[in-house]
């Protein structure tokens, strides 16, 4: 059974760029969200999709966007990259609530 | 004031030591609880999850809730080098929409 899983695993971009960042979660979980990890710190949420909505936002701006898709599998995009948004991107998918299962993230640079 | 607070340590142990692991947090309306392994550069890893107070086990592993006083802990009996990793407490409200809060992260080191 494959896990979460994310692509790419690196990218680097300047400032003022966008970015997609993709997801496929667990087999027959439905739920995926998004977390932001900077360095030494712990995820701070993005936002939540379920049945291909956003449920749920954290206080992050409106750069960040997001998708879900029918088979569940989700996008996030940022736009007019900051240096800030430097950081290990996460995504979690669950079935059941608050079980999320992370996948190895996707680590993205700003130059 | 943060709403999760965790040690970042690093905190240092021999191989076979008793690790003891904790969090603090102000929001009473947590109810579920978990603790997460990050090795380095990599995403975090589903270690325990508990509801409410009390008691959990699982192999080397024992998580604890204390919601009177707002406070968890993860043990790790027996640890070994291989334990070695940031460990992130989370919790959330609600069973609808489960978003999570985490902790700073604790670095462990255990040396042979």
């Known amino acids: 059974d494959a896990g979460v899983t994310q692509s790419p695993t690196h990218l680097i971009k300047t400032r003022g760029q966008q970015v997609t960042l993709r997801c496929s979660p667990k087999?027959?979980?439905?739920?995926v969200s998004w977390y932001q990890q900077a360095l030494g710190q712990g995820p701070q949420f993005i936002f939540q999709y379920y049945e291909e909505e956003e449920r749920q936002r954290g206080n992050f701006p409106d750069r960040f966007s997001g998708h879900q898709f029918p088979n569940y599998s989700s996008e996030l995009n940022v736009n007019a990259l900051l240096l800030g948004d430097s950081a290990l991107y996460l995504c979690?998918?669950?079935?059941?609530?608050?079980?999320?299962?992370f996948g190895p993230g996707t680590r993205l640079t700003v130059l | 004031q943060k709403e999760v607070e965790q040690d970042p340590g690093p905190l240092s142990v021999p191989e076979g030591a008793i690790v003891s692991l904790n969090c603090t947090y102000s929001n009473s309306a947590f109810q579920y609880f978990m603790w997460y392994r990050q090795y380095s550069r990599k995403g975090p890893e589903l270690l325990m999850y508990?509801?409410?107070?009390g008691n959990k086990e699982d192999g080397r592993f024992t998580a604890q809730v204390d919601k009177s006083s707002k406070y968890i802990s993860l043990f790790i009996r027996d640890s070994q080098p291989s334990d070695s990793a940031t460990y992130l407490c989370?919790?959330?409200?609600?069973?609808?929409?489960?978003?999570?809060?985490f902790g700073k992260g604790t670095m462990l080191l255990v040396s042979p």
């Open positions: 989370a919790m959330s409200a609600g069973s609808g929409y489960s978003t999570l809060t």
């Open positions: 979690a998918s669950s079935l059941v609530a608050n079980e999320q299962f």
């Open positions: 087999s027959g979980h439905d739920t």
């Open positions: 508990t509801y409410s107070s």
